[in-house]
């Protein structure tokens, strides 16, 4: 008899238990439908920054910006790339002032100066990376080249066939070089155009070299599946450069950042250690520890930047 009420009790909180669930559900249902209609997540909710830095991306002076982000390779737009400067503008000043114990001017000017200089660095380490990884890709689009013309094909669209063989950063210049090319524009304009672009050695023998052979005739294939070989071996030269100097080349970059280091850390032990930098023959010392500090850093990576 016990267990007969115990279930039935069971059975009836059980029962209970669902219809609340079931009512809570709905209720939750009816919330989340009040809350969509009252902030509308499928209509454009920007922020007022976010609309300001959209409407200077689309003006005239955020466009070379923007060329040097593409160039570089930087996925970022010009309002977003110019928000990160200025966070770590603010980062740098608190970093100076707090730890360091710099002056509030003197650590303005100086962070200042690092963002300009790094922001520079960025800019044309970036685009140097991106020429070298083109120049990387050049025999892989020589070998195509030279399959598709070995096979019947016109120059034209041997262009389009790397244009959708190969990777970026290559794809998208060839992609705009068959752009081009279909639109009717002339080759030896559209290659050349392209080549001012690109601004690397090895791809200016490589335009040349198409140009000559496509003014002059001769079997293209020949000299593309050629020069592809020439520019694997000149790869393989120059990363073996690269390995035998990495050690000179991160001294270069560690040279000038230790001193400073080691200035800014002994102004934070002792207090007033940069003021004599700052009357008299200090400002000639500064002036003369930064001519030879950069002079080093010059110095050191042009005997390491061995050209092939």
């Excluded at 790094?118 to 380490?125: S, Y």
Aim: proline share 3%; aromatic share 8%.
């Amino acid at each position: 008899m016990t267990a007969a009420i115990l279930a039935c009790v069971a059975t009836l909180l059980f029962i209970i238990g669902i219809t609340y669930q079931l009512d809570f559900r709905k209720e939750k249902r009816e919330w989340r439908k009040k809350a969509e209609d009252f902030y509308h997540p499928d209509g454009k909710r920007r922020s007022f920054i976010v609309v300001l830095g959209d409407r200077y991306d689309q003006t005239e002076a955020a466009k070379p910006m923007f060329e040097k982000l593409k160039a570089s390779n930087i996925p970022l737009t010009p309002s977003e790339f110019i928000g990160a400067q200025i966070v770590a503008l603010m980062g740098l000043i608190l970093v100076l002032a707090n730890m360091f114990k710099l002056h509030l001017l003197l650590s303005l000017f100086v962070s200042v100066a690092l963002l300009e200089g790094g922001k520079r660095v960025i800019f044309m380490v970036r685009k140097n990376k991106m020429r070298e990884r083109l120049a990387d890709q050049l025999p892989e689009i020589c070998r195509i080249l030279a399959n598709s013309t070995r096979s019947g094909m016109t120059l034209n669209q041997g262009i389009q066939m790397v244009a959708q063989e190969i990777s970026d950063p290559a794809k998208s210049e060839f992609k705009r070089l068959a752009h081009e090319l279909s639109l009717g524009i002339d080759f030896n304009s559209a290659i050349k155009s392209m080549e001012k672009r690109v601004d690397n050695r090895e791809f200016k023998l490589f335009v040349a070299t198409v140009m000559i052979q496509k003014k002059a005739g001769g079997n293209l294939s020949a000299i593309l599946e050629e020069m592809s070989q020439t520019l694997e071996d000149r790869k393989i030269l120059k990363q073996e450069i690269k390995t035998m100097t990495a050690e000179q080349r991160y001294v270069a970059y560690l040279v000038p950042v230790i001193p400073i280091f080691l200035v800014l850390m002994m102004n934070n032990i002792i207090d007033g250690f940069l003021d004599p930098l700052f009357s008299g023959i200090g400002i000639l010392l500064l002036l003369f520890f930064m001519g030879g500090t950069v002079l080093t850093f010059f110095l050191v990576r042009k005997v390491t930047n061995i050209r092939v």
